[in-house]
């Protein structure tokens, strides 16, 4: 299985912050990645997939860069509604793994 | 807007099959190059991937699951199901449905607990 490593696992920003979160992957995935919010309670949610594509109705403060084993999640300019945790997910061989996740929390 | 609603026993003994079902709404099942997948997460395990299934009913599994998985497509009802046999409390986890489109998972239902019980 192609593991996937996010760090940091936890991090405190404040508002208004740029908050980058890194995603290495064991073996080269090309740009088959794709990364997820979950907040307490609820189902991922999708934000960028293709490594770089914003998912429709996520805001542009989000976007995503990388490619072949190393990832990057970064939100230009935290909100409040931001805090949650966010996951990788690698689609480039089964099976679909995943990253053991990052939480965001206030600082 | 494509919904996704799982359904099922929210307990199950163990060395018994775990069975639920996905239903589709706000649009078919049928349309478009989507996969279906069942996507799990515990505590122990964070997030995993179970499988997939393609309205042809062809699928992929996990490895690691794949001598216990079984997925079908119903596509009259607009559903899709995963059953997981032989339980263990390992498998206790929610488990949630979600539409597979370019490789990412674009909608997700709320997912539901399972809990295996000795």
């Known amino acids: 299985d192609i593991q996937m490593t996010q760090s940091p696992s936890s991090l405190s920003a404040s508002i208004g912050d740029r908050v980058t979160i890194t995603c290495r992957a064991s073996?080269?995935?090309?740009?088959?990645l794709a990364w997820y919010q979950q907040k307490p309670g609820k189902a991922p949610k999708l934000l960028i997939y293709a490594a770089s594509s914003l998912h429709s109705g996520v805001p542009s403060r989000f976007s995503g860069r990388g490619s072949g084993t190393d990832f990057t999640l970064t939100i230009s300019s935290l909100q409040a509604e931001d805090f949650a945790t966010y996951y990788c997910q690698q689609a480039n061989r089964f099976p679909h793994t995943f990253g053991g996740g990052t939480k965001v929390e206030i600082k | 807007q494509v919904q996704l609603q799982e359904s099922g026993p929210g307990l199950v003994r163990s060395s018994q099959t775990l069975s639920l079902t996905c239903t589709v709404s706000?649009?078919?099942?049928?349309?478009?190059?989507?996969?279906w997948s069942w996507i799990r997460q515990s505590a122990g395990k964070g997030l995993e991937w179970i499988g997939h299934i393609y309205t042809t009913g062809s699928t992929n599994y996990n490895p690691s699951l794949k001598s216990r998985v079984n997925m079908s497509v119903d596509t009259s009802k607009n559903q899709f199901s995963l059953n997981l046999s032989s339980v263990t409390a390992a498998d206790t986890a929610v488990y949630y449905c979600?539409?597979?489109?370019?490789?990412?998972?674009?909608?997700w239902g709320r997912g539901t607990l399972v809990i295996v019980s000795s």
């Open positions: 073996q080269g995935i090309s740009t088959w």
């Open positions: 706000g649009g078919s099942i049928s349309s478009g190059p989507h996969y």
């Open positions: 979600a539409r597979e489109d370019a490789w990412s998972n674009d909608y």
